[in-house]
């Protein structure tokens, strides 16, 4: 077999996949499996690879839940018609590194409810799936502005997250 058909993704230059669907529940399972695909062209193992797919899901499901929050918003406000908004993904391999970044475009604001984030039994599940996430990759960062936010999630293989 020819050495140019065994070159795996991690011995080429930086690739990059990017990914954008509706922010609705419905689509994380979509998400989901795009990284599937993603993690699998790296050396994960197969932990790793289902680490980095549940992190992901958690980083979306939260973006999903700002975005129903919003929506409730605008729609108490008086606005009828709220459009959905969208959920940009971007997956960056770099060598035996995956950095993955969910965006959304949903503006922190004044609409934020400080107890919206906890359940009937006192439950913060945000701050749980933030945990969670932190816990399965080996960095995770927030950057949260007026034009949305940005959650960044890196992995590399063969670390302990």
Do not use: W
């Amino acid at each position: 077999m020819s050495d140019q058909l065994t070159t795996t993704v991690e011995d080429q230059a930086v690739a990059q996949v990017t990914l954008v669907v509706p922010c609705l529940a419905e689509f994380v399972g979509v998400v989901r499996l795009a990284i599937l695909g993603v993690a699998n062209r790296i050396s994960f193992t197969y932990d790793e690879v289902e680490d980095v797919r549940l992190a992901v899901g958690e980083a979306c499901t939260h973006a999903i839940e700002r975005c129903s929050e919003y929506r409730a918003y605008l729609t108490d406000r008086g606005q009828e018609q709220v459009e959905v908004s969208a959920l940009k993904i971007v997956c960056t391999i770099d060598g035996s590194t995956l950095t993955v970044q969910v965006t959304d475009t949903i503006p922190v604001a004044e609409y934020v409810d400080v107890n919206s984030n906890s359940s009937l039994d006192g439950i913060d599940y945000q701050k749980l799936g933030t945990v969670l996430m932190e816990i399965l990759v080996d960095h995770v960062g927030f950057e949260a502005n007026s034009s949305g936010t940005t959650v960044t999630l890196v992995k590399t293989a063969g670390q302990a997250s």
